[in-house]
């Protein structure tokens, strides 16, 4: 298992930066990091706040939460960083300025890396004179509980830097997965984005409104893929004759006319109002922190049941007690 730095640097404290820095603090690394917005002080607290609870509910340790310094410059802030976790908004211009400045001040064998949800390492890279140390680390929100970060490398990213990287995370309690090869987007994203293109069109045709598309994945399949994928789960569908019988069975509707997966729905001022006062609707006056917060004790609940099957993402809770003792 690859040794945590000491310190690390997060560049962009909004949801997701704020839980890199969450997560961080409770591995035990120091964290300085940078944000324009004066916001960024109340948000960093209130998210650790949120992964304080979330990690005392799973029965972790948090005894020694490490120290967070507020820089007021990426350069004070990435100076002594072993890991630097960017985090600014998924715009190419202010991720190739915000990289630029890192690469010129961050020490010469920091693991650098983008938190963006699609863009390739090759593209992000291009401000950079040293390159081979940048990888995208894509994490999912909440950064603190969820384990998955996807690892993508560019062009020019070193070997030595994934598998570094891949340890790193390992160390942090996650479960990275190595994407073999650059793709805008990843695997999970492009995954998610297509059943958000059918979400869309069952709105805008009237088919359902959002929480009745909510009701179909969290009382269905959506408990499948919590412990086993895709596949796995269509490899049991297929029944004794496993996923050759289910291809069989099923690859023919593939054909059928009923997929919309490569088109979308215009975004049209009357969408956007249908799904936001749908969503209003769903949230029956329950704020953003209220719901944070219940999804939060949901997954506790989940990755507590999924560990006491020694299944999926449950494994990872077991590692980090492992790494805790
Ligand atoms: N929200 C998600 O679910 C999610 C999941 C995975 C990855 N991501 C990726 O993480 C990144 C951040 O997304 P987010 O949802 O946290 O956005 P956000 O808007 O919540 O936070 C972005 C933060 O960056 C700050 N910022 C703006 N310009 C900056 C600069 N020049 N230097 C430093 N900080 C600056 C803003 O003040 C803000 O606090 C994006 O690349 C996004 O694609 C988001």
Redesign the pocket.
Known sequence: MAELPQRGAV????????AWAARMRLRGIDVSA????P??SG?LDDVLADAVSAWQALGLSTDHVASLTLCAS?EEAVADAGLIQE????RLD??H??LAAIDAAAPADAIVA?????YKPTDLATSMTRPERLVVA????PVYLLPLVEIVGGEQTSLGTIDRAMGTYRALGMHPLHVRKEIDAFIADRLLEAVWREALWLVNDGIATTEEIDDAIRYGFGLRWAQMGTFETYRIAGGEGGMRHFMEQFGPALKWPWTKLMDTPELTDELIDTIAEQSDEQAAGRSIRDLAQERDRNLVAILRALESVDAGAGKTITNLRALQS
């Open positions: 560049v962009g404290c909004g949801v997701i930066g704020a940078y944000d324009p917005s916001n960024a948000i990426i985090s600014v908004p998924e202010i991720k300025s915000t983008s938190s963006t949800s699609g894509h994490p999912f929100n």
